[in-house]
C-alpha cells in the first residue's frame, strides 16, 4: 500500500495568513493527488484533484502543487469558513489511502 | 445535482454484519463513468477507504477487510450496498459512501452525509 504522510498534523493560523500543508507519497504517484477539506460533522469536500486542478465552485486561494512524491496544498489568504481539517488522498493505485489529515485552528 | 444517501442501523453488535445502503439520486448508477465506492472514519480519526463497485458488478476493496467485505450494487433501484461481517469495537466509525471517477484522476466528488455505526453489545 502507498502511504500518505502530511505535515504538519496540525497549525494555528490568523486570518490573512498564508497557509501550506505538505503530502508525501510513500512512492511516486505521479500526479495522481487529491486534496479534500472537512468540516466537523460534516462529509470531506473536493479541492483539489491530479495535484493542481480547482475542483469547480473552489475558490482561487486554494491551489495544489507537486508530482512524484511530494506535494504542497497552500491557501493564499486563509478565510474564517477554511478553519478544517485537510486530507490528500493518492489515486495512484488501490486501495487508495488518504494522509493522516492536518487541522488548521485559529490562532 | 448528484446526491448521494446511506441508510442502515446505527448500533450493531460484535461479531454480527453490518449491512448499510446508499441510494444515488441526480444521477444514473448505471453510467460507466463512475466507480461507487465506501469509505469510512472512526470517532476523531482519518478516512480509510474500503472498496468501490462498478455498474457492471466488479469490485476492488482493501485488503485488510476483503474476506469481511461485500460490496453489491442494485442498478433497477439506483443503490450499492455495504456488508461487513465479523464486526468488533474497531468497526465503530463513520461510514461515508461517494461518487469516483472511473477514470484517471480518480477523485471523490460527491460524497453522501454519512451514518456512525456503532460496534457494541
Known amino acids: 500500500d502507498i502511504q500518505m504522510t502530511q505535515s504538519p498534523s496540525s497549525l494555528s493560523a490568523s486570518v490573512g495568513d498564508r497557509v501550506t500543508i505538505t503530502c508525501r507519497a510513500s512512492?511516486?504517484?505521479?500526479?495522481?493527488l487529491n486534496w479534500y477539506q472537512q468540516k466537523p460533522e460534516k462529509a470531506p469536500k473536493l479541492l483539489i484533484y491530479a495535484a493542481s486542478s480547482l475542483q469547480n465552485g473552489v475558490p482561487s486561494r486554494f491551489s495544489g502543487s507537486g508530482s512524484g512524491t511530494d506535494f504542497t496544498l497552500t491557501i493564499s489568504s486563509l478565510q474564517p469558513e477554511d478553519f478544517a481539517t485537510y486530507y490528500c488522498?493518492?489515486?495512484?493505485?488501490?486501495?487508495?489511502?488518504f494522509g493522516q489529515g492536518t487541522k488548521v485552528e485559529i490562532k | 445535482q448528484v446526491q448521494l444517501q446511506e441508510s442502515g442501523p446505527r448500533l450493531v453488535k460484535p461479531s454480527e454484519t453490518l449491512s448499510l445502503t446508499c441510494t444515488v439520486s441526480g444521477g444514473s448508477i448505471s453510467s460507466g463513468s463512475y466507480y461507487w465506492s465506501w469509505i469510512r472514519q472512526p470517532p476523531g480519526k482519518g478516512l480509510e477507504w474500503i472498496g468501490y463497485?462498478?455498474?457492471?458488478?466488479?469490485?476492488n476493496s482493501i485488503p485488510s477487510l476483503e474476506r469481511r467485505v461485500t460490496i453489491s450494487i442494485d442498478t433497477s433501484n439506483n443503490q450499492f450496498s455495504l456488508r461487513l461481517s465479523s464486526l468488533t469495537a474497531a468497526d465503530t466509525a463513520v461510514y461515508y459512501c461517494a461518487r469516483g471517477g472511473s477514470s484517471w484522476p480518480y477523485y471523490f466528488d460527491y460524497w453522501g452525509q454519512g451514518i456512525l455505526v456503532t460496534v457494541s453489545s
Open positions: 512512492q511516486t504517484i505521479s500526479t495522481y
Open positions: 488522498q493518492q489515486s495512484y493505485s488501490t486501495p487508495w489511502t
Open positions: 463497485i462498478y455498474y457492471t458488478g466488479s469490485t
